[in-house]
């Protein structure tokens, strides 16, 4: 079965610094994709960025990238210049259309973010 | 705002009540998912609805069901309720053959 694994319950990061939250995954799959999603205090789940296992490359948008490691079944997302508004937990998920059409999701990272 | 609505946003009720929750697909999806969020939790899928029909059952209780209608809007039903069952509720919807889920604001149920 699929499993996403978050290995990092809590981080902390200095504002305006870099910081890569990891996940892991399993899966026998070959064509699948990965999410990242963010739940701030709202606890709104907004989807920051998607990665699909064929593209080799990484997934960019603006302060968000991944580093996808498809051998290694990681990836992970790092965020740049952080922002107070980056501060949320970040669920890692993993998509595959073969297989029963759910998103599976990591226990996710809490972020905080510090001034 | 991700373009699905649910509601209510909040809803508070004892146990062994039955509750409805409701959610509107964005324009033009054609599948919607639950999933529960207890406190502190990940995300648990629950059911997904194509087109009206049921297409995935993930970790849905007996006590609880849903449908989707003809005009796509879904409800999950849950009945006989216990402490337990109080989390955040979540609706998503995808265009169907489509990966990307966008979710709905969620409901908070409080079982008393």
């Known amino acids: 079965a699929q499993t996403v694994t978050q290995s990092q319950p809590e981080m902390s990061v200095q504002e305006a610094e870099t910081v890569t939250l990891s996940c892991t995954y399993d899966?026998?799959?070959?064509?699948?994709?990965l999410f990242w999603y963010k739940q701030p205090p709202s606890r709104q789940m907004i989807l920051v960025i998607r990665?699909?296992?064929?593209?080799?490359q990484n997934a960019t948008e603006n302060r968000f990238s991944v580093n996808f490691q498809k051998a290694a079944k990681s990836f992970s997302l790092k965020i740049s210049d952080s922002q107070l508004g980056d501060a949320a937990m970040y669920f890692c998920?993993?998509?595959?259309?073969?297989?029963?059409?759910?998103?599976?999701f990591g226990k996710g990272t809490r972020l905080h973010i510090l001034p | 705002d991700s373009g699905v609505t649910q509601t209510p946003k909040h809803l508070i009720t004892a146990t062994g009540q039955r509750v409805t929750l409701r959610c509107s697909p964005r324009s033009g999806d054609l599948s919607v998912y639950w999933y529960q969020q207890s406190l502190d939790q990940g995300l648990q899928f629950l059911i997904q609805?194509?087109?009206?029909?049921?297409?995935a059952k993930g970790n849905i209780l007996e006590r609880f069901s849903a449908q989707q209608f003809p005009d796509l809007h879904s409800e999950l039903n849950l009945s006989s309720l216990e402490l337990g069952d109080s989390a955040l509720y979540f609706c998503?919807?995808?265009?169907?053959?489509?990966?990307?889920?966008?979710f709905g604001p969620g409901t908070r149920l409080l079982v008393l």
């Open positions: 899966t026998s799959e070959s064509d699948y994709y």
């Open positions: 998503a919807s995808s265009s169907g053959g489509q990966e990307t889920q966008y």
């Open positions: 990665q699909e296992a064929y593209k080799q």
């Open positions: 609805y194509y087109n009206g029909e049921e297409r």
């Open positions: 998920a993993y998509y595959s259309m073969n297989r029963d059409d759910k998103i599976i």
